[in-house]
């Protein structure tokens, strides 16, 4: 077994005093930079790259690595605990985690989600080590007619998945869409819907608009209801911990995650958010408990936040056996990579083996690490509960404000005076978010469509262009075929399932996740 | 909150890193971190300081539109600050135009174009196409069957595409063109067969045309590259050059003994051992121009640029 030989040879370079010292501090800054909205994984690594100009390649290189599964992995906290996603892969974690957080039960999501951050990490990494080559077989077989279809399965599954009302779950999905359309085309470079202001050229941030209606939204939603005495929020009730029934809900959502996450991730289209989705969906559908989702169902935290991890060690996959980057982090890891005068690609892993295998191996280091720093801290962490309501929502809105003025510090001029622009789109926003709380619209499916609905827009579009315009090659493999067919069914299936007198069943799976 | 609290102090302490010492320069990389104009900025930053240029230099990302909306805050709130700097490139001239940006590369005062990189044309390795001529026939019998898979509408790669055409006497709105969010997403498109020929900048195929798997069929520069087995366009046939050039800018409004130290240092910086070794490393040929040749330069690619754009549809 030659990987295991060189997978051992890894570890010892991992297992250096040096190295595990830069694995911690990135998976400690990781944690950090991902618990702050706006302030991601990949600015961090941007900013780092200067200073370890100097250091040596593994050390720098692990750190990175560290900097990226942690921030994965500290956007979850904030997300169970305030509603506030830190980044676009954890909004779906709010919308069962809060609703745990709130029933005292934070504790425990925080830590299905710590655990399954681990599991899935280190399957994954795992899965790196030993099949990346034909994952990336599998993931370069996605074309644009089969990103559509798989865009179309999320959009089935996710609207049927969301809200009470399918009316009022599209009707939210299709604000979504609507504000994804703002922005440069990507495919003919002309502008549309940006009412000629500059800021708008790049549409609008899926951070903003996610911290504004989450955050803010609920900020005012709160200040508005006069409840401030009357709700007791109890910050923990029964175990911190984890018990028999949580661990046997949790185990096989963490697997799912990871067989959705890890694939998606390789994907140069796919990415952590839309696997965060589909593994949502995933779980409200194999659940023992749907009529619990939309109340705080352990599966539907247990189960993205393995997917968002997952489909970080899937990036890895591409980057390092193609030199392909599919994030923004991943594009910085590349310069990182380059900066040491390696170039990543197929021939990476024969001339550069030992650094390759020790960056593998340190992710397995960093993934154990982020574990036992974290585990311990859940319980700090639900002590946040605790604190009186009015200045727990102060906080929020400080968070976000400072969050969204270091993602977007551009200004623009509204006759005359200077204009926070991106702060202004998240007060405007924010207003929305409260708008839909109160009457009652599902705030997830604005955001889901404004992720999903530019790349499906996009992939269609390449697809017809590719195919001169016949809709044939839209269902030019099996791949593709086999989307379309799941797209269906989950669009006919409950339809079917009505029809048969089973609507009263369905209308129970129906809540309000807000 | 303890913790997010120290993640406050861990981040300023590394943001402050940077410019704990009196400032001196401040470049802005209209650009997100990790792009061409972002790396730029950022290794100018390290030459400049490393040999002692300058004492400290600050790099502040403000992405969007092709770099218009950094040109847009340069332009207003640098304007007679011999202090600040731009980072910028040929995307930009192109991106001016197709977003009938409010400010132009007129309005700042552009110092020297520093790096280049030339455009590639490659095909999987079990494509029939076999080289350059095999290309161009299959274009002139039927340009839409040719789909070029690149990076976004309006960049260097499309105008690349579209001067190919109309050298070879194709209707250059009759390019197939597919924009992919970048060279990266391209080069999967390319490698899972999904178009026909890929075209981005030759750094984003080489370790692919290096392994076997892509065959290039020619690059886009004067001469020929060296260590590159691949003719140019002009060899092949094809009466194109073309380079995706990075540049430094300083203030509109700044005078000339301040442009004249601007332009020193820059000199002093390019010819310094930790640039080279930067262009080295990340595969950029020095293509250091200054002063009129450069303003001279910088205006004849506008004009072709606005022609070809103009040729292709993206610009009324």
Known sequence: ?514 | MKTSLWAGVILSALVSAGSAWAADYKIIAPAAPGGGWDQTARSMQSALQDDGISPSVQVTNVPGAGGTIGLAQFVNQASGDPEQLIVGGYVMVGAILTNNSPVTLEQITPIARLTGEYEAIVVPAASEIKDMAGLVEKLKSDPGSVSWGGGSAGGTDQITAGLIAKAVGVDPTKVNYIAFSGGGEALAAILGNQVTVGISSYSEFASQVQAGTLRLLAVSSDERLTGVEAPTFKEAGVDVSIQNWRMVAAAPGISDEQKATITADVDKMVKSEAWKKILADKGWADTYLAGDEFVAQLKKDQEATATILKEIGLVQ
Do not use: C
Not at chain 1, 108 to 137: E, M, N, Q, W
């Open chain 1, 1 to 514: 077994m030659d990987t295991f030989a060189l997978l051992g040879q890894g570890l010892v370079t991992a297992f250096e005093l040096q190295n595990l010292l830069y694995a911690l501090i990135g998976v400690t800054l990781g944690t950090a930079v991902g618990v702050l909205p706006g302030i991601g994984p990949a600015l961090t690594v941007a900013l780092l790259l200067p200073v370890t100009y100097k250091l040596d390649p593994a050390g720098s290189l692990i750190m990175f690595a560290g900097i990226y599964y942690g921030g994965m992995y500290g956007g979850s906290t904030t997300s169970i605990l305030l509603n506030t996603p830190g980044e676009s892969a954890s909004i779906v974690t709010a919308l069962e985690g809060n609703k745990m957080a709130r029933k005292g039960r934070g504790g425990p999501a925080l830590a299905t989600a710590a655990i399954g951050s681990f599991v899935a990490g280190l399957l994954a990494t795992l899965g790196l080590a030993f099949i990346a080559p034909s994952v990336v077989s599998f993931a370069l077989s996605f074309g644009p007619a089969e990103y559509f279809a798989l865009m179309l399965l999320a959009f089935m599954t996710v609207s049927a998945a969301f809200g009470d009302s399918t009316l009022r779950g599209l009707t939210s999905l299709f604000l979504g869409l609507a504000l994804g359309l703002i922005g440069i085309d990507q495919l003919t470079g002309q502008a549309r819907l940006v009412f000629g202001l500059p800021n708008l050229f790049d549409g609008i941030s899926v951070t903003t608009l996610a911290v504004a209606l989450f955050a803010i939204g609920e900020t005012l939603a709160v200040a508005a209801s006069h409840q401030t005495g009357d709700e007791k929020v109890e910050a923990v009730k029964g175990s911190v911990w984890m018990n028999r029934e949580d661990w046997r809900r949790s185990w096989m959502p963490w697997l799912r995650g990871t067989a959705i996450g890890f694939p998606i991730g390789a994907m140069p289209a796919g990415g952590a958010d839309v696997s965060s989705f589909l593994s949502y969906s995933a779980e409200r559908n194999f659940s023992k408990h749907p009529e619990e989702f939309g109340h705080g169902a352990i599966e539907g935290v247990a189960g993205p936040e393995a997917a968002n991890n997952a489909s970080a060690a899937g990036t890895l996959v591409p980057l390092l056996t193609l030199g392909l980057p599919t994030t923004a982090t991943a594009a910085i890891m590349l310069a990182g990579f380059q900066q040491f005068g390696l170039q990543p690609g197929p021939l990476l892993f024969a001339t550069n083996a030992p650094l390759v295998w020790g960056l593998i191996a340190s992710l397995l280091v960093a993934n154990f690490m982020l574990l036992v720093l974290n585990l311990p801290l859940i319980g700090l962490w639900v002590k946040l509960l605790t604190i009186p309501r009015p200045w727990l929502y102060a906080g929020i809105l400080v968070f976000a404000t400072l969050g969204t003025i270091g993602a977007d510090a551009s200004t623009t001029y509204l006759g005359g005076i200077p204009v926070a622009f991106g702060l202004g789109l998240l007060m405007l926003f924010g207003l929305l978010g409260y708008g839909l709380r109160r009457f009652g619209y599902p705030i997830a499916p604005v955001v889901v469509g404004l992720i999903l609905g530019p790349m499906a827009e996009k992939s269609l579009r390449q697809a017809l262009q590719i195919s001169q315009g016949n809709p044939s090659a839209l269902f030019h493999s099996w791949i593709a075929i086999v989307l379309w067919v799941l797209a269906f069914t989950a669009l006919l299936l409950p339809l079917y399932l009505r029809m048969r007198g089973r609507g009263k069943v369905l209308s129970q799976f129906g809540t309000d996740e807000d």
